[in-house]
């Protein structure tokens, strides 16, 4: 029997940490994944999870973990396909270095995902994010620099771990215009030319923002780095004064990723080319794109004015005479007593 653990620990450090590049929030959410699974490899098997051993992580387990998921702790399909593609990924790592394993890897990563509902994605419309972006308050610290972050999120599309983890030394300024460099997912980095408006929030916020030890572009109060909760917490203030002028925000979940889902759209309205977005967002396939061709209506009134609708004969009802209409009802009433006309 192989011990998993020293397995489990390699496969944090160097496959996500080293060969993944993957980001900080992609490791705590993995990591989350394998506590639920060995806590439920413990109670099943009666092992501590320091002695759980890899053959005994089979596709039988896996699957009464994922029902144990859906039944005990009520997750959604996502929530189910996401713990399973953490142990997919881990079965992966795990075959080049247990090859006795390799039929029960096998069977592991044959396990299907569960289908899930396609939904529409969230976004803002245009009185509504310029409801968002009028709501911070000009002429104090804090409102400068949230309306740098809100104008920076919705213009640039950045991930919430992008738009905090932005160092101050990635935003140069050209002219009318400013470079900003994104180091987004698997430390991929993108450039971004942003407009003149985005270029004197960020200069505003710079005038203000002071020397602070932290390279991070945005800071917080107390003069350390801006963190994702900060970011919600900055978001749902301006959210919930903003729906006092635009009401429509109050039946909407405003999340840190809706300003990324907004930009995407503005986006695929203004180019109609699906590419453009991708490289925008950052996305390392355009499948990951498509999901905005369901929200956006553009292509769509574009095909209903290509198409021909099919010609119908035509025609214009007229309603009867009273009269006939009357005497028709008696002749079938009489018919339903019995009795012929």
């Not at 396609?118 to 509504?128: G, W």
């Not at 599309?157 to 997912?185: A, H, I, M, P, T």
């Not at 355009?286 to 010609?311: C, F, G, R, S, V």
């Amino acid at each position: 029997m192989t011990t998993i653990a020293p397995h489990i620990t390699a496969f944090f450090q160097r496959r996500l940490a080293v060969d993944r590049r993957a980001s900080p929030h992609t490791c705590d959410t993995y990591a989350y994944a394998f506590q639920l699974l060995l806590e439920f490899m413990s109670r099943k098997i009666g092992v501590p999870p320091a002695n759980l051993a890899l053959e005994q992580l089979d596709a039988p387990l896996v699957l009464d973990f994922l029902d144990d998921l859906q039944q005990q702790r009520h997750n959604s399909p996502r929530t189910r396909n996401a713990r399973l593609a953490a142990i997919r990924s881990f079965m992966r790592f795990v075959e080049s270095r247990v090859p006795s394993v390799l039929d029960q890897v096998r069977r592991v990563r044959a396990i299907p995902a569960q289908k899930t509902d396609t939904r529409i994605v969230r976004h803002l419309s245009v009185q509504e994010h310029r409801a968002l972006l009028d709501a911070p308050e000009p002429t104090t610290r804090l409102g400068i620099r949230d309306r740098a972050m809100l104008l920076l999120a919705l213009a640039g599309g950045l991930r919430v771990s992008e738009l905090v983890g932005l160092c101050r030394d990635r935003v140069q300024f050209n002219g009318r215009y400013v470079d900003v460099r994104v180091l987004g997912k698997g430390r991929r980095e993108r450039a971004l030319t942003l407009w003149k408006s985005v270029g004197d929030a960020i200069r505003a916020w710079l005038a203000v923002r002071g020397e602070a030890p932290a390279p991070e572009l945005f800071l917080n109060a107390w003069g350390k780095p801006m963190t994702r909760s900060g970011f919600e917490c900055v978001l749902a203030k301006h959210v919930a004064a903003a729906a006092v002028r635009c009401p429509s925000l109050r039946a909407k979940r405003i999340s840190p990723h809706v300003l990324r889902h907004t930009c995407a759209l503005n986006t695929l309205q203004a180019t109609c080319d699906l590419r453009k977005v991708s490289l925008w967002l950052g996305h390392a396939s355009t499948q990951t794109t498509d999901i905005y061709l369901q929200a956006d209506p553009t292509e769509k009134l574009e095909a209903l004015a290509a198409m021909t609708p099919p010609a119908l004969r035509p025609g214009k009802f007229r309603p009867p005479d009273r009269l006939i209409a009357a005497l028709r009802t008696s002749t079938v009433m009489r018919s339903s007593d019995g009795v012929n006309p």
